[in-house]
């Protein structure tokens, strides 16, 4: 640990603490000085805890003062033995730090976050050849209960009709609510099929085919029966559709207007540079 002493480190440490706890505060009245670097009142109003005993709060001042001063002398030091390229290193990421900062204002300034529908299509049917499941999707039903409910004949009902009707979809929703361990019930909504797989006990190999020839799972483990209804499905590598690509697509057109804004900051700054002749380019 270093020591703190004014005749090897020249350091002024003035430890003003009575004037810290009291009605005045005079701006720029000093606490510590190490080398050219000051600590000032202002600089730690607000850091002692509260409901601290006037002791404890004295310690506190001593203590972050000391270690204050600690750091100023090891960072002096530091400074002292990097080299230029670190320095340029440090330089370079404030700045990166300072535009990104920037950049980030003006675009929440200016960005207009709505996306429509149409702005949607237009972009999904323009860059189709970017929108390749990766995996299986479905929408689909999906109840689980226990293996003694006595809803699942009801339930096994309303899945074998050919299409699910709206007064369908509202039973099986008050039979969730009432009897249901977990259940997805909105047939509007792609998912990915793996996800519906780790939920329940089967395992397909051929996931593709299996798709295609069952659209509707019952099983049961010792203790669950879980029920599922497909619904519709597309298979990988076919093209996605729009409505599971949504969210991209809104995220990718929100990227292109921010890109938009920076771009558009950028020229008219440098046009006024060039403009009030603040650049000048020095030929060798």
């Known amino acids: 640990m270093f020591s703190i002493q004014s005749n090897k480190f020249k350091i002024i440490v003035l430890v003003l603490v009575i ?43 001593q203590n972050y003062i000391k270690q204050w001063v600690e750091s ?3 960072l002096n030091k530091a400074k002292k033995n990097i080299d230029d390229d670190f320095t340029r290193q440090l330089e370079d990421y ?35 050849d970017n929108f390749i499941l990766r995996d299986n999707i479905v929408k689909l039903l999906y109840i689980k ?4 409910s006595g809803a699942i004949n009801q339930i096994k009902n309303i899945f074998s009709k ?6 369908d979809l509202l039973q099986l929703d ?30 397909p190999i051929d996931k593709e085919l299996f798709l295609k020839t069952n659209k509707i799972i019952n ?23 729009i409505s599971f690509e949504k ?12 890109i938009e804004i920076i771009n558009k900051m950028k020229k008219e700054l440098l046009k006024e540079a060039y403009d009030k002749k603040e650049v000048e380019i020095f030929s060798k």
Do not use: H, M
């Not at 209960?145 to 003694?148: G, P, Q, S, V, Y």
């Not at 029966?225 to 990988?236: M, P, Q, R």
């Not at 969210?247 to 921010?258: E, S, V």
């Open 174 to 203: 008050n039979i969730s609510k009432k009897s249901s361990i977990n259940s997805f019930l909105d047939p509007n909504v792609w998912i990915i099929f793996n996800d519906i797989i780790k939920e329940i006990p089967i395992n």
């Open 219 to 241: 099983v049961s483990d010792n203790n669950f029966t879980f029920l599922v209804k497909i619904l519709e499905y597309k298979v990988s590598n076919s093209t996605s559709p």
């Open 247 to 258: 969210q991209t697509i809104r995220g990718l057109i929100l990227n292109k207007r921010k």
């Open 19 to 61: 004037g810290l706890f009291s009605c005045s505060k005079e701006e720029g009245s000093p606490l510590a000085k190490v080398y050219d670097n000051y600590l000032y009142e202002k600089d730690i109003e607000g850091l002692v805890p509260e409901g601290l005993s006037s002791s404890d709060s004295l310690s506190f001042v």
């Open 94 to 128: 404030k700045n990166s730090l300072i535009l990104n900062s920037y950049e980030a204002k003006i675009v929440n300034q200016l960005i207009d976050t709505n996306v429509s529908q149409q702005e949607i299509e237009k972009y999904y049917n323009e860059n189709l």
């Open 72 to 74: 100023q002398i090891i």
């Open 162 to 167: 050919e299409t699910i009707s709206e007064k």
């Open 145 to 148: 209960l226990d293996k003694k």
